[in-house]
């Protein structure tokens, strides 16, 4: 990247930050990013239980969780856009962060707050053993009628 890419980057931090986000939730809504993620939940969400108790295993399972994602994003995102830079996207990210709502911003906090990752993983969990309602039972669509 050249000096005056950068500077061009700098001023106009909220659309870089913006192009990214919307990268982003073009490659976490790809199928190879969902099977990613799903196999990884199916290898692991059985080591983990609710509590305030953390297993040490849960550690090396968040480190390895963060690892393929971050990968994954970096990687895709390289290939997206010529000028990439991890390290500005990461301040603006965390300036942002009082301000930011939905679940891409869910999905990158579970890669910075274990708390997170852990929640996710017990959802996970509970969808797999049945836990939660299949609402879908109870929706009933009609025509409507004159």
Request: charge should be negative; aromatic fraction near 14%; proline fraction near 1%.
């Amino acid at each position: 990247m050249d000096f005056q890419e950068n500077i061009i980057k700098r001023q106009n931090s909220s659309e870089y930050f913006d192009t990214v986000i919307g990268h982003i939730e073009d490659i976490v809504i790809g199928e190879e990013f969902q099977s990613m993620v799903n196999q990884f939940m199916e290898c692991y969400y059985f080591e983990f239980e609710p509590g305030e108790e953390n297993k040490i295993i849960y550690t090396e399972i968040y480190q390895k969780y963060t690892n393929m994602i971050e990968a994954h994003i970096v990687e895709n995102l390289n290939r997206k856009m010529s000028c990439f830079d991890m390290d500005l996207f990461a301040m603006e990210l965390e300036n942002k962060k009082t301000q930011l709502d939905g679940e891409i911003f869910e999905l990158l906090y579970t890669l910075t707050d274990f708390l997170a990752f852990k929640d996710m993983v017990l959802d996970y969990k509970a969808f797999k053993e049945g836990a939660y309602d299949d609402l879908s039972k109870g929706i009933s669509v009609t025509g409507l009628q004159k």
